[in-house]
């Protein structure tokens, strides 16, 4: 349970688009909150987006309006959609299940119980 595999890293220039895919497995999936965390060399995880059990999004302000988040129940995937890419952007990007609902975004890292193994995304100037 909890299992996350995510893909659709790459390197791309600034103020291009990747979408990135995290495919859940786990009874629980449905109701699960979920988001997805970056990290970049010496600094610390931060939170990118997340939604909560009705899918509701809540995105961190150095992204919004560039990226959206979204939870597939019938493939079992959480994608994040990302556009207007600056080099700032770049960083390894984590999905995260909670494995719990929630009514509202968790936007804490230590809400999180299962992390996938990051895909790296690498923006150029």
């Known amino acids: 349970q909890g299992r996350l595999v995510e893909s659709g890293g790459g390197s791309v220039q600034a103020g291009g688009s990747l979408t990135l895919s995290c495919t859940a497995s786990g009874a629980t999936y449905t109701n699960d909150c979920m988001g997805w965390f970056r990290q970049s060399p010496g600094k610390e995880r931060e939170w990118v987006a997340s939604v909560d059990r009705r899918r509701t999004a809540a995105y961190a302000d150095a992204v919004k309006g560039r990226f959206t988040i979204s939870k597939d129940l019938a493939s079992h995937t959480l994608d994040l959609q990302m556009s207007s890419l600056k080099p700032e952007d770049t960083a390894m990007y984590y999905c995260?299940?909670?494995?719990?609902?929630?009514?509202?975004?968790?936007?804490?890292?230590?809400?999180?119980?299962?992390w996938g193994q990051g895909t790296q995304v690498t923006v150029s100037s």
């Open positions: 995260a299940n909670s494995g719990r609902a929630c009514d509202s975004p968790l936007v804490n890292q230590h809400d999180y119980a299962y």
